[in-house]
């Protein structure tokens, strides 16, 4: 069964629905993320069997596969989290198999057991947990091994002063870093305001960026069409490949379009009972959840290209 008309397919493998409020547990606490409401969950073998079935599924597809394990915790501090990165990293049709880390680990406890050519690594950049020259250095452990990389760092208002800083560390050290918008302050509370407070001597209130704080961080941004989407200008409507080229599969085999819209199972879409458009189609909501995803849009194909090792990260045209 071929899934997409150029036999390519991204796949965001995730955890749970967003109704279950569950996630991965994590080593790290950011207040952004923890959020009362939401369960962490440490993995069982229930869990690797789960993945197990879904991916015996997609191994017998000609596509080859990029996926990106989009678990909402911290893969490398869980045993079993851990052991179903390495069981899709071995599949032929897999080529890729990114992950989403807070790099707290060092890479020498993990780097043994997988297969390098395939591994890329998203690493996410939480200061208030781990210091700039740490994360750096598990960087470079797995740059020096050729594993492809790039930092983000969601850029609270409290920290922009420090994103120039931040920026220079990452050049020096020649590695890849992207800033991401926290728009819905809702979520952090006075935890990291604290942490901001010691560090930089003044406490803020939970608020919004100002006019001078936005476009610091956008010089960091590819172009203005990406911050202008990545600051909620609106895609409902807009053709977009999500659903074509690129699907989001959770652990209970269901496997959606991006973050809504269910297009149905695992075995529907691999045994042919459903299929995946052949062109873009519109968006079905107000706003892309995503920064990354917002790349599926039409609009963007033109002017990036999508990147060879990593599910939904891009490079200038
Ligand atoms: S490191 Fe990532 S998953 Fe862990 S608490 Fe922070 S934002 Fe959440
Ligand atoms: S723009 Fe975002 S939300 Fe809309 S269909 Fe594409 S990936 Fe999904």
Redesign the pocket.
């Known amino acids: 069964m071929k899934l997409t008309k150029q036999g390519l397919i991204r796949i965001n493998f995730r955890d749970f629905l967003p109704h279950e409020n569950k996630r991965l547990r994590?080593n790290?606490?950011?207040s952004y993320?923890?959020q009362k409401n939401i369960k962490q969950i440490k993995f069982s073998e229930k869990e690797l069997l789960s993945s197990k079935r879904i991916w015996d599924k997609l191994s017998t597809v000609e596509d080859d596969i990029i996926v990106r394990l989009n678990f909402?915790?911290?893969i490398l501090i869980d045993k079993w989290a851990r052991e179903i990165w390495y069981h899709i990293n071995k599949l032929p049709n897999v080529k890729i198999s990114e992950i989403i880390t807070?790099n707290s680990i060092d890479p020498d406890d993990y780097l043994g057991l997988i297969s390098l050519p395939k591994a890329s690594f998203n690493c996410?950049f939480?200061p208030e947990f781990v210091s700039l020259q740490r994360f750096i250095n598990h960087a470079l452990k797995l740059k020096q091994k050729g594993c492809p990389l790039f930092a983000t760092m969601v850029v609270l208002p409290e920290m922009v002063n420090e994103l120039t800083g931040i920026v220079m560390g990452f050049e020096d050290a020649g590695i890849l870093f992207r800033p991401l918008l926290l728009l819905n302050t809702e979520f952090y509370d006075s935890k990291l305001r604290n942490f901001w407070k010691k560090i930089i001597g003044k406490s803020q209130s939970s608020r919004s960026y100002n006019l001078y704080e936005l476009e610091l961080i956008r010089q960091h941004y590819y172009s203005d069409l990406e911050f202008q989407f990545q600051k909620g200008r609106k895609t409902s409507g807009l053709p977009c490949f999500a659903g074509v080229d690129m699907i989001n599969v959770f652990l209970d085999g269901s496997v959606y379009r991006c973050f809504g819209a269910k297009l149905g199972t695992i075995d529907e879409l691999c045994d042919g009972k459903i299929k995946l458009r052949e062109e873009p189609y519109p968006c079905f909501t107000d706003t892309c959840q995503c920064p990354t995803h917002m790349i599926f849009l039409k609009d963007f194909r033109d002017k990036y290209i999508l990147s060879d090792k990593f599910a939904d990260h891009y490079e200038i045209n």
């Open positions: 994590c790290f606490r950011c993320c923890n909402d915790g911290e807070n996410s939480h």
